[in-house]
């Protein structure tokens, strides 16, 4: 969800040039598979597609084609060190880090809330792209 519902933030902001958002898994269970049904129903309800995408699973060499890597919980972010071989350059944050209330985006594939998954992603799009844009333009500034 959180790469679909990004690249919706950034269209919407007009900054897609400046962004390549490609979320891939850490694990291995639905490699190949499209978004799962309820997630793909969640982002619909909000005017937002997904046609096409097919889970992938992340690779060591992902560290360094990616500025940064965005886990969405705990779990993911071990297996995302353990994937890229540590995390020399600060890479791998999780999404909620970005918010007033860090830690664990929902997980619907055990409660079902895809709901609670849709907010906490939704917030910490929007928090990621504020600061990456409060970045930017601080950059140009100076």
């Not at 791998?92 to 907010?119: C, H, K, Q, S």
């Amino acid at each position: 969800m959180a790469e679909f519902v990004m690249k919706d933030l950034v269209r919407k902001a007009g900054r897609e040039d400046e962004f390549y958002i490609e979320s891939a898994a850490t694990s291995t269970e639905e490699i190949g598979n499209s978004v799962y049904p309820p997630a793909r129903r969640k982002l619909a309800e909000h005017g937002i597609g997904c046609a096409g995408k097919t889970a992938r699973q992340m690779m060591r060499s992902d560290y360094d084609r990616y500025d940064m890597l965005i886990g969405m919980d705990s779990w993911n972010i071990r297996n995302m060190r353990n994937i890229c071989g540590g995390d020399p350059e600060g890479k791998i944050v999780m999404l909620m880090d970005f918010t007033r209330r860090p830690g664990d985006v929902a997980d619907p594939w055990y409660t079902g809330n895809f709901e609670a998954t849709w907010r906490d992603v939704l917030e910490g799009c929007q928090a990621l792209l504020d600061q990456l844009v409060s970045r930017s333009n601080q950059s140009i500034s100076t």
